[in-house]
């Protein structure tokens, strides 16, 4: 049910008195994709944050249909809001199939390989990292995450969560958005950020894809930073008596 690439993001070790812990993040690929698949197309974002994070990578339990009846092993979803099991970003209303099997998957895979300290997402993963971010808040959740980050991230539209976005969720966060995105419009993507009470926003003018270079490098670089120094920062105030 799930693909664990929990080595594929080693760098050499820091020249320090002792390595330092990298912090763990869950990756969750976008419609259609799957943990290989995303792993091998974010080569550059893996590249980027291996100084500071350790990847994890998953599938998502249901796979696409494809135009014959049959099923796309390759192609998954994390949940489908159509009756014919298809999935679209962009449909406001609509069930969300398979959603309770991927929370389920979530949880053993959490068990299993975590903690994590934080979740990243792309397209439907991003939306669905929205939706764990909501129910955490909400304190829903059996296990904890620490931050989010989201690559062309959105709302759901599917009726059963549209109460999860009722209220502010107070977690650090990390929005990346290509501004010629026609397949998830920079409009879907505020509306999601809106929601978060301090969010950092990295915009570029590319189009559907985790961008890597440049401003948005250095974004997830310093946004990565943070997220170990609240770590180191409560490792001291535990030490003191």
Request: proline residues 4%; glycine residues 10%; aromatic residues 12%.
């Amino acid at each position: 049910m799930s693909e664990e690439n929990s080595n594929s993001n080693q760098s050499p070790p820091i020249n320090n008195k002792e390595e330092r812990r990298k912090l763990k993040i869950l990756a969750f690929h976008g419609y259609r994709q799957n943990g290989t698949v995303f792993r091998a197309k974010i080569g550059s974002f893996r590249k980027v944050v291996s100084k500071y994070a350790q990847l994890v990578f998953i599938s998502a339990p249901h796979k696409v249909l494809v135009e014959d009846g049959g099923s796309d092993e390759d192609a998954r979803s994390w949940w489908f809001n159509a009756e014919d099991n298809t999935y679209s970003g962009k449909c406001l209303g609509g069930p969300a199939i398979g959603f309770e099997d991927t929370l389920e998957l979530i949880e053993d895979v959490v068990k299993e390989y975590g903690p994590f300290d934080g979740f990243m997402g792309f397209s439907q993963g991003a939306c669905l990292v929205g939706l764990l971010a909501a129910m955490q808040q909400k304190g829903y959740l059996p296990y904890k995450f620490n931050f989010a980050i989201f690559a062309s991230g959105f709302r759901s539209g599917s009726l059963v969560h549209k109460g999860f976005y009722d209220e502010d969720i107070n977690l650090p966060s990390l929005h990346v958005y290509g501004e010629s995105d026609s397949i998830i419009p920079k409009e879907m993507s505020e509306s999601l950020i809106n929601l978060f009470v301090k969010p950092i926003i990295a915009e570029h003018s590319g189009g559907h894809y985790v961008a890597c270079s440049g401003s948005i490098k250095d974004a997830y670089l310093d946004f990565l930073h943070d997220r170990y120094q609240d770590i180191v920062e409560k490792q001291e105030q535990e030490k003191k008596p």
